[in-house]
């Protein structure tokens, strides 16, 4: 949330305090899922991203060259000033790559899938919160 125009990086956890807070003062049981994307570019599963683009649409020769800018990256250590070695990475995106954010993205679009078929199926249900200390809180649902 730190990256939008006109919100602050603390928006998420008012927002995720304030749902516990209305759902507590309903008395209504429900659970409420908020996901901690830090360091998440580390953690993206290569195979699980190509997938999301082929099911996507995209083209044989697009995934081929995705799937070697992610995969094809080597990295060293530089111990007290010496490279030392080159390992290679198995999973996550590069950190100020430019095609870094958009790849992210697309995983995230593949999560986000999957909670709509969640929703479609009633396996989870959104649910408006009260009005609180922060004002109109907008419905919270998959779409």
């Not at 190509?50 to 800018?69: P, Q």
Request: aromatic residues 12%; glycine residues 8%; proline residues 3%.
């Amino acid at each position: 949330m730190a990256f939008l125009r006109g919100r602050q990086i603390l928006y998420a956890s008012l927002l995720a305090n304030e749902l516990v807070d209305s759902r507590v003062k309903q008395r209504k049981p429900g659970i409420i899922c908020k996901l901690d994307v830090e360091k998440a570019y580390d953690h993206v599963n290569w195979n699980f991203l190509l997938k999301i683009l082929k099911d996507m649409g995209f083209g044989s020769r697009w995934i081929k060259w995705i799937s070697f800018c992610i995969s094809s990256v080597k990295f060293s250590l530089i111990i007290n000033g010496n490279t030392e070695g080159f390992f290679q990475s198995h999973r996550g995106l590069r950190q100020g790559d430019p095609m870094s954010p958009f790849l992210f993205l697309l995983a995230m679009e593949g999560l986000n899938h999957m909670f709509r078929i969640a929703n479609a199926n009633r396996w989870v249900k959104g649910f408006s919160a009260e009005r609180g200390r922060s004002g109109s809180i907008a419905p919270v649902i998959c779409r």
